[in-house]
């Protein structure tokens, strides 16, 4: 019982003290048409939209703003799963940066 009380209370307070994406994706000065974009990706994936669609939507973050790390990430994370280690390592790099 214990360990459900500290699993709860470790989910509530994670809850309230985590930032958004926005959050982190402001801070660092991305523009808001990048973030926009970078949303239009997310929301296409919650609804398992075409990796195709996605894909689109997150290399039209990158290219309002060529800082957005996130839509980078996600892009290199596209490539990774069909298989293509070196697009998806030069994404993981340019993320980075």
Same mark, same amino acid.
Not at 25 to 35: A, N, P, R
Not at 69 to 75: F, G, I, R, T, V
């Given at each position: 019982?214990?360990?459900?009380?500290? =699993?709860?209370?470790? =989910?509530?307070?994670?809850?309230?003290?985590?930032?958004? /994406?926005?959050?982190?994706?402001? +801070?660092?000065? =991305?523009?808001?048409?990048?973030?926009?974009?970078?949303?239009? %990706?997310?929301?296409?994936?919650?609804?398992?939209?075409?990796?195709?669609?996605?894909? /689109? %939507? &997150?290399?039209?973050?990158?290219?309002?703003?060529?800082?957005? &790390?996130? #839509?980078?990430?996600?892009?290199? /994370?596209? #490539?990774?799963? +069909?298989?293509?280690?070196?697009?998806?390592?030069? &994404?993981?790099?340019?993320?980075?940066?």
């Amino acid at each position: 019982m214990k360990k459900l009380i500290i =699993i709860l209370l470790f =989910i509530i307070t994670s809850g309230i003290f985590s930032k958004t /994406n926005d959050v982190f994706l402001h +801070e660092f000065g =991305i523009s808001d048409k990048s973030i926009e974009y970078y949303n239009k %990706a997310l929301n296409i994936k919650s609804m398992n939209g075409e990796n195709n669609e996605i894909r /689109n %939507a &997150y290399r039209g973050a990158v290219k309002e703003d060529v800082r957005n &790390y996130l #839509a980078l990430d996600e892009l290199g /994370n596209i #490539a990774r799963m +069909e298989g293509n280690i070196q697009e998806a390592g030069n &994404y993981y790099l340019k993320s980075m940066r």
